[in-house]
T-cell receptor, first 112, second 110 residues
């Protein structure tokens, strides 16, 4: 079956511009997670959605970062006024209400 | 203190040997545990999950959980060069948030 998909796969943007990253979770998965991974580093938790509950935004590094999930499915991560330190791979994962996470291929963001 | 800690490695083992990867965790995340494999430039892929004390085997992989000592390990038997990757340990309390270690790089030499 179809896995988690993310778009775009690569994004190059100029410092100060806004970017939107998209995630399509596995059909039927109620939980959706966003992570950030810098080169050679581990995964940094950003935000978590579970069903209709309020999202856990505790990992968002600044108020320039926001995310929404429409209709309990697709999610968009928005970074406003991008900075060079935002350059990283942004990974989305989904899971059933309780269970293992499955990751998408990621979006590589480069801020020049 | 980080919730989940791993030795960054690299861990080098000869082909056919047993690779042993270890992970320690803090109390706050002591419920569910996961091992992921991540090839360079790729996203993490799930290998195994373990929720109860003891061993869980799946093919060449065995996960071991010891809640009293707060560690979880992954054994890879008959290691192959294709097992060379970074292995990420993750822990979760109540499946609401997952804490990942920084990963251990494994090199399996032919």
């Amino acid at each position: 079956g179809a896995g988690v998909s993310q778009s775009p796969s690569n994004k190059v943007t100029e410092k100060g511009k806004d970017v939107e990253l998209r995630c399509d979770p596995i059909s039927g998965h109620t939980a959706l997670y966003w992570y950030r991974q810098s080169l050679g580093q581990g995964l940094e938790f950003l935000i978590y959605f579970q069903g209709n509950s309020a999202p856990d935004k505790s990992g968002l590094p600044s108020d320039r970062f926001s995310a929404e999930r429409t209709g309990g499915s697709v999610s968009t991560l928005t970074i406003q006024r991008t900075q060079q330190e935002d350059s990283a791979v942004y990974l989305c994962a989904s899971s059933l209400e309780v269970g293992e996470q499955y990751f998408g291929p990621g979006t590589r963001l480069t801020v020049t | 203190q980080k919730e989940v800690e791993q030795n960054s490695g690299p861990l080098s083992v000869p082909e056919g040997a047993i690779a042993s990867l270890n992970c320690t965790y803090s109390d706050r995340v002591s419920q569910s545990f996961f091992w992921y494999r991540q090839y360079s430039g790729k996203s993490p892929e799930l290998i195994m999950s373990i929720y109860s004390n003891g061993d869980k085997e799946d093919g060449r992989f065995t996960a071991q959980l010891n809640k009293a000592s707060q560690y979880v390990s992954l054994l890879i038997r008959d290691s192959q060069p294709s097992d060379s990757a970074t292995y990420l340990c993750a822990a979760s309390y109540n499946f609401n948030k997952f804490y990942f270690g920084s990963g251990t790089k494994l090199n399996v030499k032919p």
